[in-house]
C-alpha cells in the first residue's frame, strides 16, 4: 500500500508531541510500500518503521532534526533515504540492516550515533565538511567508497571496523592529505587507500583526483602517481 500523510496534522499524545511520528506507529507493516510523511514532520520516533520490509520509498519533509533508535531497522527493501539539507541526528540502530540501500548523502552537520548503519551494505558514502559520527556507527558494514567534502572533522577510532579500513576507497579533496593522516586525527589514517580529488568550484562535481605516493605511511597502500577521470556529482 502507499500512504500519503503530507497535508496531515499529527496531534500531541501521551508518549509524543505535535508532529513526531509516533514510537511503533507502523512496525511490522509488511503491506507498506511507499509514504510521504507530514509536511512538518520534526521527529520519527523509537521503531516507527522497524520491520516494515516492504518499504521501498519514503519522502519526508524539510523540517525532520532526529531519527531515533530503530525507526527503519530490518527496513530490506529501502532502497533510497533522502536526508534534508538541515542539521539531524541519527540515533543508535536507526537503519540496522537496511541492506538494499546503497548510497547514502548525509547533511552538513549530521550526527549519527552507534550501529546507526549496522549491517548495511553500500556502494558510496558522501560526508558534509562537518559531522560527528560515533563509535561504530558503521559496524558490520561493507562500504565500496566514501568521499569527504572537507578536512577531517568529529569522529571516533571505531567508526569504520578494520574490514572498511582495509578494503574501502576515501576520496579526500586536493590538500588535505597531510591532515587525514597525521597521527592526532583518529581513524583516517588507517585506512590503506586514500586518494585525493580536484573540486569544480562552478559545479561542486568532483572532476579528477590524484594519488601520491605516501611512504611516510607504512599502513597506507603505496599507490602511483597516476591521475584518472572520475564523475560524481554532490
Known amino acids: 500500500i502507499d500512504i500519503n500523510l503530507e497535508n496531515t496534522t499529527i496531534e500531541s499524545g501521551p508518549l509524543h508531541e505535535e508532529n513526531n511520528i509516533p514510537r511503533e506507529s507502523f512496525i511490522n507493516c ?30 519526508i519533509p524539510a523540517t525532520l532534526s532526529f531519527i ?27 537503519f540496522l540492516g537496511c541492506t538494499a540501500l546503497k548510497e547514502l548523502e ?8 552507534r550501529d546507526a548503519f549496522s549491517g548495511c551494505i553500500l556502494d558510496k558514502v558522501i560526508l558534509p565538511s562537518n559531522y560527528d559520527l560515533g563509535a561504530k556507527a558503521f559496524s558490520q558494514c561493507y562500504i565500496k567508497e566514501i568521499y569527504c567534502k572537507g578536512e577531517p572533522s568529529n569522529i571516533t577510532e571505531d567508526t569504520f571496523e ?73
Open 30 to 59: 509488511n503491506q507498506l510500500e511507499s509514504i510521504i510523511l507530514p509536511k512538518n514532520t520534526n521527529v520519527i520516533l523509537f521503531s516507527a518503521f522497524e520491520g516494515c520490509s516492504n518499504l521501498k520509498n519514503i519522502k
Open 162 to 234: 578494520e574490514g572498511i579500513k582495509k578494503n574501502t576507497v576515501v576520496y579526500i579533496p586536493k590538500g588535505t592529505l597531510n591532515k587525514y593522516t597525521s597521527w592526532s586525527t583518529p581513524c583516517w589514517p588507517e585506512f590503506k587507500t586514500l586518494k585525493e580529488y580536484e573540486t569544480s568550484t562552478s559545479n561542486q562535481n568532483i572532476s579528477t583526483y590524484s594519488c601520491k605516493i605516501i611512504p611516510e605511511h607504512k599502513s597506507l597502500k603505496i599507490i602511483t602517481n597516476k591521475t584518472d577521470n572520475i564523475s560524481m556529482a554532490f
Open 106 to 113: 548525509f547533511p552538513d552537520g549530521v550526527l549519527i550515533f
Open 68 to 94: 531515533d533508535s530503530h525507526s527503519f531497522r530490518f527496513c530490506t527493501s529501502l532502497t533510497e533515504f533522502k536526508f534534508p539539507d538541515n542539521h539531524i541526528l541519527l540515533n543508535s540502530g536507526s
